[in-house]
């Protein structure tokens, strides 16, 4: 934002064709206010800087216009630099909770990759068990086969020898 009490651009390179440039009364004097910003943002900055010198003035009564300038300035930037440091710490603050979480759930999902991986491992075991216990089923089916058609011959012999007499 460019200022200029008698209206004109320092820096003597004058006001670009986008900024914004607007009347303000800034503690009794006229002011031209030139900026990037809308009016009523610069129309804002200026109310401010206004109610800041009247604040200092109502205290300190026999300050000169610069003085009071000067230390409105001041208190101003004491308020932005509070407000700064407030913004840098909120955001030290979320970064610090972002990072917190970030290792909770890297650490959860350390917990649940063992548990995956335990819970495979137990699976695969289940299945390797299953093929035994299968295995085992086929043979001992095989061995009754065999037991049964076995059986079954006695049966067959006994029933198709003659009787014995006395029996």
Do not use: C
């Not at 409105?72 to 913004?87: G, H, M, P, S």
């Amino acid at each position: 934002m460019d200022t200029d009490k008698d209206g004109l651009s320092r820096g003597g390179t004058g006001v670009k064709p986008d900024k914004t440039k607007v009347a303000v009364e800034i503690f009794g004097m006229q002011y031209w206010l030139a900026g990037h910003e809308t009016d009523e943002h610069l129309r804002r900055v200026a109310g401010m800087v206004d109610d800041r010198m009247r604040k200092i003035a109502s205290g300190h009564p026999r300050l000169d216009l610069p003085r009071l300038a000067v230390l409105a300035a001041a208190n101003i930037a004491d308020e932005y630099l509070k407000l700064q440091e407030k913004v840098e710490k909120e955001r030290e603050g979320r970064e610090k909770l972002r990072a917190e979480e970030w290792l909770e759930l890297r650490r959860r999902y350390e917990e649940l990759s063992d548990e995956h991986r335990r819970t495979l491992e137990s699976l695969e075991e289940a299945r390797k068990k299953e093929a035994e216990l299968a295995e085992r089923l086929k043979s001992l089916q095989e061995e009754y086969t065999k037991l049964q058609n076995e059986y079954n011959e006695w049966i067959q012999l006994v029933d198709s020898e003659p009787a014995e007499p006395g029996r």
